[in-house]
């Protein structure tokens, strides 16, 4: 204990809680067994700085009482003797941060134990200091939860890729690594109860407990599916549109990044993915892509998503990212491969790749229908008379005309959107629809492929099909443009 | 959802941090969109861009977060410049969402960070 340290319980409590930001900034794989070593005395540390602060006045009326940190307290606990038990993840190095925390913590319960004496929690500022402490403590235990977390999640993944195919002896670290992430979720779940989680999942796609891996990836996929089309029904703002279009965007780029895995592990025939797939994908996604930026020029700072449209869109990324990242890029193909069965994975994207052809469609037909789009003046006159030019370069030229009026421009107050904005709109969203459902045509392969396959061949890669020669069905014939307004 | 009860230094602090996130979620789909359909950047823009709407949900319903565009291009380095500026904000009851928030932009760093 430094003699030295004159900070305040409050500065003690910031230098906590920051320091636990910067190990989930800088946390790695590698950290993951002296960070299972060194929680239980956060937790204890926390558990101890908590119960020198004077309760609150009249009991545990509020949520600020004892009963979660003491659930905490008993899961820290109970996984520490699981820990002991199970020899995992065994002696070794304290993880030096978490011990700073640890000390930190310590420190300000000894300062508070030695001269709080004099703190009167009738008194209603000091009782909102309290309530402010314990949620600071409350919300560094939540942070580290996290952080240990994602630490351990890695750990699991890098020692489950380097023990595959040998004995469970030398695997055993991935279970009791399993078994420790899913101690770490209902901890973090229930410090971010504490901390008013209320966006909890919109935030980072919390994924507490369910499925891992495709099955995961499949229920994202539809979850997506179903919030997105009753997001544009209830509300479809230049806001949501937003986000469906860079959510859709995003699931046809992790198609190309998975697909393309399948395809150098044989599980996705090669042949295809490269002259079928590939093409059509690349040709979706850069069409969600540029729908996307239409609607981003129509919304505003202040504009408001659908949070459950965000929670959505959230676990869909995680649920990629759980597959497909490693760190900051793609992981490599046999990574992917060793992480799901990628057949399996393929067909539920091969779903999805259908369920995108109806999104277009929905989007198509706000843009085309609804009369209650707004944009800010000064974008919505850029954007006419953006699109004016354009046809005037294909040999359209109409008469000049001022499609804002000039004081909604200086003020940039919301308008309706000009005639050719939404004129523009309804061409970038038919020829959305049109690559949506050639995307749809290629990835029809996909589910072929999937049936070809032994049962019960688990994550062995098939040889690759015999190559086809089929070209891509092309949708312009099949689904209707609509009327322009 | 949104919160009537944050104070204006509180507030001011929360819409620099959106400013922040809104310019990232930019500056990684522009990066993205010059690397191609199969880019990585996407998926981050996605993720910044959702940690946004958080913040956007955050505040007050009549506020505007109009302001100046934060002067830099570097991702990793806007995550981390907002997660700075989320210190100041204190973890009480009225800013509900803080600690995920925090959570979900540490997240980002690490994500964003080579």
Known sequence: ?485 | MTNQTIDQDEWATLAAVARLLRHAAVCAWARAEAEGPRSHLHLLGLGIHTASCQVAAMLPADADPEGQHPAQDDIAQLLRSAEELTRSIPVVDRMAGISPLVVAICDLVREATP
């Open chain 1, 1 to 485: 204990m430094n003699r030295q340290d004159a900070r305040s319980v409050g500065e003690l409590l910031l230098d906590a809680d920051f320091t636990t930001r910067q190990v989930l900034m800088d946390v790695t794989s590698e950290d993951a067994p002296a960070m299972l070593r060194t929680w239980g005395e956060v937790v204890q540390s926390a558990s101890e700085l908590w119960a020198t602060l004077p309760p609150p006045v009249g009991g545990g009326s509020s949520p600020i009482d004892g009963a979660t940190m003491a659930r905490l307290e008993s899961m820290s606990q109970a996984m520490h003797r699981t820990q002991v038990r199970q020899g995992w993840p065994g002696d070794g190095p304290a993880d030096e941060r978490l011990l700073h925390v640890a000390e930190t913590l310590t420190r300000a319960a000894d300062l508070i134990g030695r001269r709080g004496g004099h703190i009167r929690p009738s008194d209603p500022e000091v009782r909102a200091d309290l309530d402010a402490a314990r949620m600071r403590i409350m919300h560094t235990l939540y942070v580290g939860a996290h952080g240990v977390g994602v630490a351990a999640r890695h750990h699991v993944r890098d020692v489950e890729l380097s023990t595959r195919g040998k004995t469970s002896q030398e695997s055993r670290g991935v279970p009791r690594g399993q078994d420790a992430v899913k101690r770490l979720a209902a901890f973090e779940q229930l410090a971010g109860a504490y901390v008013g989680n209320r966006y909890a999942r919109a935030a980072q796609g919390e994924h507490v407990r369910g499925p891992y891996g495709a099955e995961r990836l499949q229920q994202a996929l539809i979850g997506w599916d179903i919030q997105a089309h009753r997001t544009l029904a209830a509300s479809p703002t230049a806001a949501n549109l937003l986000l469906v279009s860079r959510t859709q965007a995003g699931i046809a780029t992790a198609a190309g990044a998975i697909l393309q895995a399948g395809a150098r592990t044989g599980h996705v025939d090669t042949h295809a993915y490269e002259h079928r797939l590939a093409p059509t994908l690349d040709a979706t996604q850069e069409n969600w892509t540029h729908v996307a930026g239409r609607w981003a020029e129509m919304t505003s700072p202040a504009d408001r998503t659908d949070m459950d449209l965000v929670a959505a869109a959230n676990e869909l990324r995680a649920a990629v990212r759980e597959i497909a990242h490693d760190k900051t890029t793609w992981a490599r193909p046999d990574v992917m491969a060793g992480r799901v069965d990628l057949g399996e994975a393929a067909q539920h994207l091969q779903q999805a790749l259908s369920s995108a052809v109806e999104v277009a469609c929905v989007i198509r037909d706000v843009a085309a229908q609804d009369t209650n789009l707004t944009g800010p003046a000064r974008a919505m006159s850029h954007r006419a008379n953006a699109e004016v030019d354009g046809a005037a370069d294909h040999g359209q030229r109409g008469e000049d005309v001022v499609w804002v009026a000039p004081g909604d421009v200086f003020a940039n107050r919301p308008v309706t959107i000009p005639e050719p904005v939404r004129a523009g709109l309804v061409d970038a969203t038919d020829t959305l629809v049109q690559t949506a459902g050639n995307a749809m045509s290629a990835a029809a392969c996909l589910d072929r492929v999937t049936q070809d396959r032994a049962p019960g061949s688990g994550q062995e890669p098939t040889a690759p099909r015999s190559r086809r020669h089929e070209e891509p069905t092309h949708m312009a014939q099949e689904v209707p443009r609509v009327a322009r307004p």
